[in-house]
Each structure stands twice: as structure tokens, then as C-alpha cells.
């Protein structure tokens, strides 16, 4: 009886030393408790100092600090310094020689004088700084239009004209009964409009060398950009369309009056809006559009429509597109763009004759689902990794064509397509040499977790490991490529920076210290990346966070992270790491806590990636059923004392396992969640569930709030009032369901101040308070 006494009196006392230890005040103070970790680094430009964005003394922001060889740690930078570092300089022909934009305004720098130059400055700013292949010649946009300057006359000239509107000679101007009267009683009238028309017609027969204007109408004009020889400029038109926005109320304000603002477009098929691909001739001062009609496939439908309705044998209509910003190799000579459709089910990589207005389809991707993963952005408006190798006629770019994201080259010349990387892991970032004949890939090579660092020669090949061990490493090369500065963290050691030579197997020399001494006086968990089999028998990877077998009190949390596409069971530093210190709290309490890589997210090549497709609350919620069962069978989980939680895609998630399997899950905490996706933004919802007004059933199935009526577990729900991605009024429409239904086991938790991604601690204290009390209600037995 006695060693039962000491045994509750150890168990209690442990768990009482470490809730001193964790509290919700201070883990919910998030990088202040934490320390702030270094970010946005980067190089100077001749190589001597690493400049990052830090806050070491927890000031009301991030301030610019440096490092070199020689310095024990870190110095703060001048304003000025600071803000120089975060310019972005385009190298000339001569080495010394670089040209940037700041402010509007053009300068020049010269590297070994460290000397600028203003060479440029009027009221309207200028931005996308190109260099031409000519040297001395460079190209800008200002006011819509391009200039090009000859920095070796000092000239500056600009070569395209366009104009919003529809100009004179377009305008049909409604001719009025007086101006008709007029014209019909009087001669002078007449003779005055006579005298109009010549003059037009003898002004239009001076020839003139400034470009014509072009006007585009009410169109979206954008992605101007010119070739190197700056013969060419090509650009985007979006047709003009009339589409409403959401808007949201603002309770909290300075003024003391409620504020009204525009927030995002709901999804729909009405926001598919014809785009035009133009190129304007500088030489022959002429406009033409690229007709992309002969793109293979570019006329076939979705699958899922045959669900609906049989096939018709109607006139087939082609896709509307997207074609994004061309790449030029170095000379121009040759040219190559990505184009997407906009239900974004097909891209195509193309080379253009801008001459001629034609293409050339190099490679064509198709995804019943929707085209994604790393390196080819899931937006169809978005642009993926493509460039040219130093022969200057070979492209590189990256395919899911295997089921995972690999690296590609194509010769334009021999139109021979090589897989230069192979395996079932994923290329996540693509940087090419100086000389263009190696690569820097970071993958995850050697676990999906990772984020190791390769070089790659094109000539063979071959991977050369250079970081490879766990963690995550985030690679910036030095100007002259001899030297690493990487950003590093693993599970439980936050992002810090270090530098290393760039050889096979390199070493890392840290250069700062970010972490509190409060955070570093607790022994944070290492959580165990595990894999179990999903009832399809997928194998699905998730962070285990196990209590001491004597503090076990046999309840379990699932925990499920946001975005969707998103990795979370990984060995580094977590962007969720408010809920990591959170599990650390809670299996101090003796639970369990699982956190789960459920199909849809990112990590695990397409097949995972688009496991979701047409049913969100399929098999992402199954996952988190069968990881419950992996810790029932495993862990000695009692079945009826797990609860979930999660915010945002984690938040719906939990919405759904609470109304549509309710006998799974004793409770849930729901935060910022979409309760009905017919009510989510256009480019997400668009690609998993396509459109409700062409595929309603996806969205019925995928929306907690049809599954209102189940309800039998404890809910509760939190959401900030001016949250402008799910929408506050998400979870009012879910709430009103339970009240007309008559339920009664829910709650919601409404923060006046916060948006998607809370700020203030406070928020943050009250919104975990909350799910802690809701757990240790629902999940611990009386």
C-alpha cells in the first residue's frame, strides 16, 4: 500500500514540475519566448559578409545584423547597410559593374570602389530592371511601358507605347440629333470637319519613329518583359470581367466606426477568364497575338463531367490558358515559355518564334487532378522552374511525370528529353552554377522529412552529397560558390545560421545563438517520425509525442496541421512550433499526442499529394482514423478518450471527424475553419473539388456543414472575427445550423482582433486555454 503511495506522489509531483515548467502564458509568447531565429539571408555582394534579419533583444521588430570571418558573433548593421543588403543588383559585362533599382530610382554600383551612382530618377518609379545581351544596354518599366537606356551614350528611349482605353480612331463616339441637325442645315459645319479629317490624314503622313500607341481596352495589362536583343516585348492581356469579392466587417478600429473591406473571390467557374499572349515587334512597331489553338490536348475535358452528363457531340471548345513570362536564354536566340490551363489539369512547355508568332511544344504534363508539387506551383497563374544550361540551347525543368518531382533537361537543337534525377523522393528547390554546368538541389533524398543538399553535374549526373543529415537545410551559395551559408534546424533545435566550405560532406560552423535561456532550461522532445499503414495500406508518416509509461494516462490528441499541402512530420524546426511546445505541455499531463502527414499533404510525391481529390474528408480524415488505431493497438489508447484538433485545413478536418464519423472521436477544438468550401477562395478549392457549379457532389461531400445533424461529441470552435482568408462568416453559417437543429454539445470562441494567423498572445493564451480545458473535460476520466 505504501509503494502505491509513493508511486501517485512521484507521478503527481512529475507532472507537477513540468506544468511549472510549460506554461500556456509563456509557450503562446511563440518566438519571444522561443527566441528569434535568423531569416532572410543573404550575401554581400563581394562575398566578405552574410547579412540576415534578426531580433536577439526581443525589440518590437527585426533589425539587419551581419557576420564575417574574424567576428565572435554577430554585429548590428547601419540603416543604411541594412537597407543596401537587401537590394537586388543585375551583374553587367564587366565584372565590376553592377545596376539596381531602389526606390524607383536607377543606380550604378562599382564593386571595387563601392561607389553609386544615380543615373535615373523622375515622380514615377521604375521597377523590373532587365540587362540587354549588348553591353551598356539596359531595360526598365515605367508607367506601363518600357525604356531602354544605352548607358554608353547616356540615352534613354522608350520603346513601346500602350495605352488603357480604346483610343481615338477606336471610339465610337454616339452621334447626338442636334450634332446630325447641324451638320445637315449648315455648310460651315461641313467644311470644319472637312478641315479636321485632312489635317489627321496629313499628320499621319509624317512619319514617325516613336512607337504607335496600342491600346487594350478595360483588359488587365501585365508580364511586359522584352528579349534580351530587345527586339521583342511580349505581355499578357486578362479579359475584362465583372467578379465579386467577399467583404468583411471590422468590429475593433481606431476611429471607433465599423470598416468594411474587400477580401477574396469565392470559388466558381466564373472566374475562368480568357488571357491573351501579345507580342509587340519594336523594329516594325507592330502588335500580334500567338494563336495556341494546335496545343495538344488543349480541347480535352475533364473526366469527372462524364459523371454529370454523357459526352455530347458538340463543337469542342479549347481550355482557356495562361501563358507565363518567357525565358530567354543568354544571347535571345532562343525562347521558351510555360503555359497552364486555367482549371489548371495541363501544362505545356513550349519554345516561341516571336518573329514569326508561332510554337514549338516541347513537353505536355496532364493530372486529372490538378498539376502540382514541388517546383510547378499549383496556380495556374504561377511560374515553376525553367531555365537554359550553358550550351544555351538545352532547357531545364521539373515533371511529376513519374510521381514525383524530378529535374529535366530538353535540347532544342537534338529535341532530346533527359530525367537527370531519379527515385521516389522529390527535387524541393533547383539553383544553378555560375558556369550553368552543375546543379544545387535540395531534396529528400534520404527520408521525406529531410531537406538535404546535392550538387549536381549535368554531364553525369551524379548526385554529390554535400548536407545529408537530418534536418532541414536551407543552402545560400556565396557569390564566388566556395562557401555555404545555410539556415539549419531539427526537431527540437530552431533555425540557426551557419557557413561551410562547399565541398562532399561539409562540415557546419555555427555563427549565431537565437534561443532564450528559458527555452533552453527545458528538455524539449524529440518526437519519433512513425509510419503506419493506412486502411488502403498507404504507409502515412506522423510525429509521435509519447509520455513516460508512469505518467501514461491513456487519452490521445490527434493533431492536424493546416494547408492541406503541408508537411508537418518532418525532423526539423516546425512553423507550428506554439503546438509543438503545446504537445510537450500536454504529454507532460501524461497524453499521448499524434500528428499526422494525412494524404493531401506535401512530402510524399503526387500520388499522396492528390489523394484528395473530389472528397476532402475522405482519406485525410481516414488517415487520422487509422493513426487512432495504430495508437489503440500500439500505445494502450483507451478508444473513447482521443480527441482531435487543428486550425484552418486542420480545423475542417476536425469539423469533419466530429460530424461525420462522431463515434470516433470523444471531442475537438475546431480553429479557423472552413465549414463549406463553396465559400472558399477560387485557386485552392478550384483544383481539389473543381467547380460547385460543374462538380456540386464534391463539394456536398466535402462540407461540414451538410453533416451539421451528427453532432454528438464536445465541439468547440474558435475564430477570429476579421480573418480574411476563412472567411468569420464560415463558422456563423455552421453555428446557425446547430441552433435551428437544436444542438447543444458545441461552443464558440470569437477573437475580435484576430485574422487567419492570430498575433497577440493574449489571443493565443485564451484560444489554448480553451482546448486544454476542453480536453482535460472531455478526455480524462472523473
Known amino acids: 500500500m505504501n509503494k502505491k503511495i509513493i508511486l501517485v506522489i512521484c507521478i503527481l509531483f512529475s507532472i507537477t514540475i513540468q506544468s511549472q515548467t510549460l506554461k500556456l502564458e509563456e ?19 563581394d562575398g566578405q559578409k552574410v547579412y540576415f534579419d534578426w531580433n536577439p533583444n526581443n525589440e518590437l521588430g527585426t533589425s539587419t ?24 543588383f543585375k551583374k553587367s559585362a564587366n565584372p565590376d559593374l553592377y545596376y539596381y533599382i531602389d526606390k524607383g530610382r536607377l543606380f550604378s554600383y562599382v564593386a571595387k570602389s563601392k561607389s553609386s551612382k544615380k543615373l535615373y530618377q523622375q515622380s514615377s518609379p521604375i521597377s523590373n530592371l532587365q540587362m540587354g545581351s549588348l553591353p551598356g544596354i539596359l531595360y526598365f518599366r515605367q508607367n506601363e511601358n518600357l525604356f531602354e537606356f544605352n548607358t554608353n551614350e547616356g540615352s534613354i528611349i522608350q520603346i513601346t507605347n500602350f495605352r488603357k482605353g480604346k483610343g481615338e480612331d477606336a471610339a465610337t463616339e454616339k452621334v447626338s440629333f442636334l450634332k446630325s441637325q447641324q451638320e445637315e442645315l449648315f455648310q460651315f459645319i461641313r467644311d470644319q470637319e472637312a478641315l479636321k479629317k485632312w489635317n489627321l490624314a496629313k499628320s499621319k503622313a509624317i512619319k514617325s519613329d516613336f512607337p504607335k500607341p496600342y491600346y487594350y481596352g478595360k483588359n488587365t495589362f501585365g508580364s511586359l518583359k522584352v528579349d534580351p536583343k530587345g527586339n521583342y516585348a511580349t505581355f499578357r492581356l486578362i479579359e475584362d470581367s465583372d467578379r465579386k469579392n467577399e467583404k468583411m466587417e471590422v468590429f475593433i478600429t481606431a476611429d471607433g466606426y465599423n470598416q468594411i473591406e474587400n477580401t477574396k473571390e469565392k470559388v466558381s467557374v466564373d472566374n475562368l477568364v480568357a488571357t491573351k499572349f501579345g507580342v509587340y515587334n519594336i523594329v516594325k512597331d507592330s502588335v500580334y497575338f500567338v494563336d495556341f489553338s494546335s496545343l495538344s490536348h488543349i480541347q480535352d475535358t475533364p473526366k469527372y463531367l462524364e459523371l454529370y452528363e454523357k459526352p455530347k457531340a458538340t463543337e469542342k471548345k479549347n481550355k482557356l490558358i495562361v501563358v507565363q513570362e518567357p525565358i530567354y536564354n543568354e544571347n535571345g536566340s532562343f525562347t521558351t515559355a510555360e503555359i497552364r490551363s486555367q482549371d489548371n489539369k495541363d501544362r505545356w512547355i513550349v519554345s516561341l518564334n516571336l518573329e514569326k508568332g508561332t510554337f514549338q511544344e516541347l513537353d505536355y504534363q496532364h493530372d486529372e487532378a490538378w498539376i502540382g508539387g514541388p517546383g510547378i506551383p499549383s496556380n495556374s497563374f504561377g511560374r515553376g522552374t525553367l531555365g537554359f544550361l550553358a550550351d544555351n540551347e538545352t532547357v531545364y525543368f521539373q515533371s511529376e511525370e513519374t510521381g514525383y518531382s524530378h529535374l529535366y533537361s530538353y535540347n532544342l537543337r537534338s529535341k532530346k528529353k533527359t530525367q537527370l534525377t531519379k527515385g521516389n523522393w522529390e527535387v524541393r528547390n533547383v539553383s544553378l552554377s555560375k558556369d550553368k554546368k552543375s546543379f544545387y538541389l535540395t531534396t529528400n533524398t534520404t527520408h521525406p522529412g529531410n531537406r538535404n543538399f546535392y550538387k549536381l553535374e549535368v554531364a553525369n549526373s551524379v548526385l554529390e552529397p554535400i548536407l545529408t543529415k537530418d534536418g532541414a537545410h536551407e543552402v545560400s551559395l556565396s557569390p564566388d560558390e566556395n562557401t555555404l551559408l545555410v539556415r539549419y534546424s531539427y526537431k527540437n533545435k530552431p533555425w540557426e545560421l551557419y557557413v561551410a566550405p562547399n565541398k562532399k560532406n561539409t562540415i557546419l560552423n555555427q555563427i549565431t545563438s537565437s534561443t532564450s535561456e528559458i527555452f533552453k532550461g527545458y528538455s524539449w522532445r524529440e518526437p519519433e517520425v512513425i509510419t503506419f499503414k493506412a486502411q488502403d495500406g498507404t504507409p502515412v508518416n506522423a510525429r509521435l509525442y509519447k509520455p513516460q509509461t508512469v505518467n501514461a494516462n491513456k487519452a490521445a490528441i490527434i493533431f492536424v496541421h ?35 502527414d494525412y494524404r493531401g499533404s506535401d512530402g510524399y510525391g503526387r500520388d499522396f499529394r492528390t489523394g484528395i481529390y473530389r472528397f476532402m474528408g475522405g482519406k485525410d480524415l481516414t488517415d487520422q482514423i487509422d493513426g487512432k488505431k495504430y495508437l489503440v493497438e500500439n500505445y494502450g489508447i483507451d478508444a473513447s478518450r482521443v480527441g482531435i484538433y487543428g486550425g484552418s485545413y486542420g480545423g475542417f478536418i476536425t469539423l469533419m471527424g466530429m460530424l461525420t464519423t462522431p463515434k470516433e472521436f470523444a471531442s475537438g477544438a475546431a480553429l479557423r475553419s472552413v465549414t463549406d468550401w463553396a465559400h472558399y477562395n477560387h485557386g485552392y478549392t478550384g483544383n481539389i473539388l473543381n467547380f460547385p457549379e460543374t462538380d456540386p457532389d464534391a463539394y456536398k461531400k466535402s462540407s461540414p456543414i451538410y453533416f451539421a445533424n451528427n453532432l454528438e461529441g464536445d465541439l468547440l470552435m474558435l475564430h477570429g472575427m476579421v480573418d480574411d482568408n476563412v472567411e468569420y462568416k464560415d463558422i456563423v453559417r455552421l453555428s446557425q445550423r446547430f441552433i435551428e437543429l437544436g444542438k447543444k454539445k458545441w461552443n464558440l470562441s470569437s477573437f475580435p482582433v484576430e485574422a487567419h494567423g492570430f498575433k497577440e498572445t493574449y489571443s493565443w493564451v485564451d484560444e489554448y486555454s480553451r482546448i486544454l480545458n476542453l480536453f482535460n473535460d472531455t478526455l480524462l476520466k472523473k
Not at 31 to 41: R, S
Not at 71 to 77: D, F, I, Q, R
Open 65 to 88: 545584423y551581419f557576420w564575417k570571418n574574424g567576428l565572435s558573433k554577430p554585429e548590428l548593421a547601419s540603416p543604411n547597410e541594412a537597407a543596401f543588403s537587401k537590394l537586388e
Open 27 to 45: 509557450i503562446m509568447k511563440g518566438n519571444t519566448f522561443i527566441g528569434a531565429q535568423p531569416e532572410n539571408e543573404r550575401w554581400s555582394l
Open 562 to 596: 493546416g494547408a492541406g499541402y503541408l508537411q508537418n512530420a518532418h525532423n526539423y524546426w516546425s512553423t507550428y512550433h506554439r503546438e509543438y511546445m503545446f504537445h510537450n505541455l500536454l504529454v507532460d499531463l501524461g497524453y499521448t499526442v499524434l500528428d499526422i
